[in-house]
């Protein structure tokens, strides 16, 4: 995917995106960020905050500061009421501008399918967090049902070029969570894989919870 078709769709996009995300692949965020037991004074990375679905969920105490290419994504970002310390930054998940053990943790929301190079972007991620910290997705995936991927296939040019809905949300609609968590040799220990399946081939997703192994 081209970094500028990317940006100009989801700046494009802003404004309707958690209209769209409510009526399509709606999920509750906050077993999401539970899920990275964050201390009082810890710090957490937002890889591509987007327009903030994750932000309400962080708790009080805590520092987050949120990424993402689409300066008009996080203009609607700053518009939620958070507890959390919250920053922004404009910057590109494959080259992020931050030193090595930033941060305590890290959680990414429908970000990993968007990316030119997933295997870069969790990479950096890793590189940014902390040994141990836990890093939490929930993302759009290929199914692992043969007959719903074969849609898949189907509509893979059409969500990567055209978008759905056209030219506000652009994904791969054959990202595969297989490959980049099992197969990638990315230092990293898989504590939950849950996968959502769905004979609709536009709303198979996974969440899963992994932890930083590098030494």
Not at 33 to 61: C, E, K
Not at 172 to 177: E, S
């Amino acid at each position: 995917m081209q970094v500028v078709k990317i940006i100009d769709a989801y700046n494009h996009g802003a404004v309707d995106y958690e209209q769209i995300m409510l009526r399509y692949w709606h999920i509750e965020r906050q077993p999401l960020i539970d899920s990275l037991q964050l201390q009082p004074g810890q710090t957490a990375l937002d890889a591509a905050v987007g327009t903030g679905l994750n932000l309400p969920a962080y708790p009080q105490s805590v520092s987050v500061v949120g990424v993402d290419l689409s300066e008009k994504m996080i203009n609607e970002a700053q518009k939620k009421t958070v507890a959390a310390d919250i920053t922004f930054k404009v910057a590109d998940l494959l080259n992020l501008d931050f030193s090595d053990n930033s941060f305590d943790a890290a959680a990414s929301g429908f970000t990993l399918c968007v990316v030119a190079d997933p295997v870069r972007a969790l990479s950096e991620i890793l590189r940014v967090t902390k040994p141990g910290a836990l890093i939490a997705i929930l993302d759009y995936c290929k199914s692992r049902d043969p007959e719903i991927e074969k849609w898949q296939e189907l509509i893979y040019d059409a969500a990567l070029e055209l978008g759905f809905p056209t030219g506000k949300i652009k994904w791969n609609a054959l990202m595969d969570y297989d490959e980049l968590i099992y197969h990638s040799q990315l230092p990293i220990e898989v504590l939950q894989d849950e996968r959502i399946e769905n004979p609709n081939p536009f709303l198979c997703g996974c969440q899963l919870l992994l932890r930083n192994l590098k030494s």
